[in-house]
């Protein structure tokens, strides 16, 4: 079960970097004016959400559910502060394929956002961050 939980923090961590990095792309694709820095953009973007962040999705929420199935019903029905977390990692999803969303948007040349919009957007994941590893370490609940 040990390794399952390292593996499972360690497609998270993978996760989270591409989260975190994908908007602030979006913020310097914003700011390119010539199409040769436009084409990288689109690049960088796209494989970044599908070779890294999606895949660290995927393996993340595959252990995760493997490790409740391990921890057994019994275990799932009582710990309500993984419920909290579960809630976290939904929203998480969700941010997640709102990103690919913008990165297709930004493929077809069509941003409808500001530079100002994705410096917030690149702040979003934070706070689940700091909510799922309170919960997960201190389960206060």
Request: charged share 20%; hydrophobic share 55%; net charge positive.
């Amino acid at each position: 079960m040990l390794w399952i939980k390292a593996f499972h923090l360690i497609a998270m961590v993978t996760w989270f970097a591409g989260l975190f990095y994908l908007p602030r792309l979006f913020v310097y694709h914003t700011q390119v004016t010539d199409p040769d820095n436009n084409a990288r953009f689109k690049t960088m973007e796209r494989k970044l959400y599908r070779a890294i962040t999606t895949p660290g999705m995927v393996v993340t929420v595959a252990l995760g559910v493997w490790l409740v199935g391990l921890y057994g019903w019994d275990w799932f029905r009582v710990s309500h502060w993984f419920h909290a977390k579960l809630a976290l990692v939904v929203l998480l999803i969700v941010f997640h394929f709102y990103c690919g969303r913008l990165v297709r948007d930004f493929d077809r040349d069509d941003s409808r956002h500001s530079e100002r919009f994705y410096r917030i957007l690149n702040e979003v994941p934070v706070l689940p961050l700091v909510g799922i590893i309170i919960l997960a370490v201190v389960k206060p609940f």
